[in-house]
């Protein structure tokens, strides 16, 4: 049995949100998750049988990657510049996922984010495909919101 809570994301466009203000939209997104390493060890019983036993270690958390078609808006790019230049701008950020009414269902905030990566696809004058912009942000934390 489902209930509202049971809805799944259909994310037609997604929003990268810089403390609170829309940077760019983007057409992909990778990356949101995070994982929590396994501590293992042994443990005795009282009768002096060993068992392992397993605790949570420490988290990390995916670099996130957005794709869209390349853009004249060079904003993104600049924010990268600052980081070659030895000047990391940390901030905290939102990707922002919209459905193609174009409706906001679902948010995953990130601290501490900063550009690690930016790219575009090679160019090639015999093509016809779009370039691709991607971008890629490291951070410290990730949560849905």
Not at 13 to 38: I, K, P
Not at 84 to 89: L, R
Not at 90 to 113: K, L, P, Q
Request: glycine letters at 10%; one cysteine or more.
């Amino acid at each position: 049995m489902s209930d509202i809570h049971d809805i799944e994301f259909l994310g037609a466009q997604f929003a990268l949100e810089l403390e609170s203000v829309e940077m760019a939209r983007f057409t992909g997104v990778s990356g949101l998750g995070y994982e929590t390493a396994v501590v293992e060890y042994q443990d005795s019983l009282m009768d002096g049988k060993l068992i392992t036993r397993k605790r949570p270690g420490r988290t990390t958390f995916n670099d996130i990657v957005l794709k869209r078609g390349l853009s004249p808006n060079a904003d993104l790019i600049e924010w990268h510049q600052k980081v070659v230049e030895g000047s990391v701008e940390r901030t905290n950020g939102s990707i922002v996922i919209y459905d193609t009414s174009g409706i906001e269902v679902g948010r995953w905030n990130f601290e501490r984010g900063w550009p690690s990566a930016w790219s575009a696809s090679d160019l090639d004058a015999g093509a016809d495909d779009v370039m691709i912009e991607e971008l890629t942000i490291c951070h410290e934390g990730l949560f849905k919101a």
